[in-house]
């Protein structure tokens, strides 16, 4: 039976506490600490320790452990196999985040639509609308409306019993914030609903062996409710971007315990739903051709995938009392360091001017490889110099001014090339010994630190 206790949790980030706090130790937010009543039991602690089914398990041998060969399922849509690790573990809960309107439902919508055609049942269980609107979505995106089941619900222990009978092999939750565990007294959305319906849904899903997709809303700081508490629950968590305007949308994995980290798709919203971008580099260059005060191009790679992007900052003289520091896709804190650098080391006049940063096309990099294109840029929006539009740029810098080499080199200068760059920058160390593959398709400059950066901004930069 389940023994109510009383607990303290952080609405912001989910952090249980002893007792209230006037600050959260976790996220550092002050009065979000509340009281709550908490329907963890003996059981529940079980389950937080792993779906191994902890009651019944036995010590073992490492090697004597039988493993199951899981076969993964084609979703038919490639960009999203990528961010799933190469398909979709049967058995396994997926969380995906995003902005209201971004694209969720429909996305899942195309891909239980592509799903059904493998023989897979599948339920919809929908908190937010009507079946007729998914109907109306359905035949917009011309997915077959005929094999997918739809349930509209917000009880969990329903959703349950229904699941148990129906018996789906792809389950959908849309959206988990509307969705309630009728023991728990607070209301849905909260953290403890969330969190106790998440965790109902999960431990279905496991003994079930059915894969699942729940639908999250993101708050505004970036965070999906309670994303602390959820993240140990699910397998993977996903999010859905895009820049407001554009059509693009890029599904980013945050964790996946079938997958790499920071693994990408990029998708278009059109009028009949998400299509893929397959080569993707293109739509993150801004379509501005001509070489301008500011910009840079790098190479990132995060995921499998490398991409050229283009990185964009405006210096300006400030009169203000305090310079303003705006960063849009990249850190703040390494945008402070870098201009420490290079007020020492270029006698840039910082200190006296606002800075706006921004990656273009929406998307948000935290590799540190932005280190040598962002310095470019910086130098260029500052002294008025614009850099080719067919060279690029990445490495990372240490707080000594030294040029370090980032993963993935080689493929780096590979993407570089496909894309027709005449002149890459690089750290000394991923510059390629042997001349072999790209003699000749492209110059590559290798550097050892901020003073061989500044000069090679200043051979390859031009004054109008
Ligand atoms: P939706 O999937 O409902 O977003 P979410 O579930 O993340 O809240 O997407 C809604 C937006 O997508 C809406 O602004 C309309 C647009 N859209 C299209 O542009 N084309 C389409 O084919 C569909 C179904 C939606
Ligand atoms: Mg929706």
Redesign the pocket.
């Known amino acids: 039976m389940a023994k109510p206790k009383k607990s303290y949790i952080c609405t912001e980030c989910g952090y249980k506490a002893s007792k209230i706090l006037g600050k959260c130790p976790e996220c550092g937010e002050f009065q979000t600490i509340v009281e709550i009543e908490d329907s963890e039991t003996e059981d529940s602690v079980n389950f937080h320790q792993g779906y191994a089914g902890a009651s019944n398990a036995k010590i073992t041998r490492l090697s004597e452990v039988e493993t199951k060969e899981f076969k993964r399922i084609d979703t038919d849509l490639s960009e999203l196999n990528r961010v799933l690790g190469g398909g979709l573990v049967p058995g396994s809960v997926i969380l995906i985040g995003?902005d209201?309107?971004?694209?969720?439902?429909?996305i899942l919508l195309q891909v239980v639509g592509n799903l059904t055609k493998k023989n897979l049942k599948v339920l919809y269980i929908s908190g937010e609308e009507s079946s007729s609107q998914i109907k109306l979505?359905g035949e917009?995106?011309s997915v077959n409306t005929h094999d997918i089941f739809i349930y509209c619900s917000t009880n969990i222990k329903e959703i349950i019993e229904q699941c148990s009978e129906f018996k789906p092999d792809i389950l959908i939750v849309d959206s988990i914030q509307t969705m309630y565990v009728p023991d728990v007294k607070s209301s849905p959305g909260s953290v403890s609903q969330v969190k106790e319906s998440t965790q109902e849904i999960a431990r279905f899903c496991k003994t079930r062996n059915v894969s699942c997709f729940v639908?999250g809303h993101i708050t505004k700081d970036g965070t999906i409710a309670g994303p602390k508490v959820l993240e140990h629950i699910v397998d993977a968590v996903f999010y859905?971007e895009g820049e407001q305007g554009s059509k693009y949308r890029m599904l980013r994995s945050n964790k996946n315990r079938f997958g790499e980290v920071n693994e990408m798709g990029v998708f278009a919203?059109?009028?009949?739903?998400l299509k893929e971008v397959k080569n993707p580099s293109a739509i993150f260059l801004s379509k501005y051709d001509k070489e301008v005060y500011g910009s840079s191009l790098m190479v990132t790679k995060e995921g499998s995938r490398p991409l050229i992007i283009e990185i964009q900052a405006l210096v300006s003289e400030s009169n203000a009392e305090h310079v303003r520091r705006v960063c849009i896709g990249l850190d703040k804190d390494r945008l402070s360091f870098l201009t420490a650098i290079l007020q020492k080391a270029a006698k840039s006049k910082f200190y006296a001017h606002d800075i706006y940063v921004s990656v273009v096309g929406g998307l948000k990099i935290s590799e540190t490889a932005t280190d040598v294109p962002l310095v470019m840029a910086l130098l260029s929006s500052e002294q008025e110099r614009s850099l080719p539009r067919d060279a690029c740029y990445f490495g990372e810098i240490g707080l000594t001014g030294e040029v370090r080499p980032v993963p993935n080199g080689e493929e780096r200068i590979k993407e570089a090339i496909k894309h027709g760059i005449k002149t890459i920058v690089v750290p000394k160390q991923n510059a390629p010994k042997k001349a072999d593959w790209w003699d000749g398709k492209i110059t590559i400059i290798p550097i050892i630190d901020v003073i061989e950066l500044i000069k090679t901004f200043n051979d390859l930069s031009k004054k109008k």
């Not at 209201?100 to 429909?106: A, C, E, L, Q, Y």
């Not at 919203?269 to 739903?273: D, S």
Request: net charge positive.
């Open positions: 995003g209201p309107g971004i694209g969720k439902s429909t979505r917009r995106l639908i859905f919203m059109t009028e009949t739903g």
